[in-house]
């Protein structure tokens, strides 16, 4: 699939035999193939991705939910206990 066979066979003449016209019908018809058969691949691969996508999504907001809870639990925490650094050792 190159731009040199787009070329030749934009510059041939109106007076092509049935070969010619055969042939060029053959290679516009692998062609066509060879990009549906990319075509497929490419939408199996994005919608791989997309799923894959939704899934991070949802583990992102797990995490966010997850993440924003334990500041909630810290900062109550440091609220209604004191940090053992902050207490007296018994024996005082």
Request: aromatic share 4%; hydrophobic share 35%.
């Amino acid at each position: 699939m190159n731009g040199d066979t787009q070329r030749e066979d934009s510059t041939m003449g109106t007076e092509a035999t049935p070969a010619e016209l055969a042939r060029r019908l053959e290679a516009l018809e692998s062609r066509i193939a060879y990009q549906e058969h990319w075509l497929d691949t490419l939408d199996a691969a994005v919608a791989g991705q997309e799923q894959r996508l939704a899934r991070l999504e949802r583990l992102n907001a797990l995490m966010t939910e997850r993440l924003r809870d334990q500041r909630r639990a810290l900062q109550e925490s440091d609220t209604s206990t004191p940090h053992p650094a902050d207490e007296v050792p018994p024996h005082y």
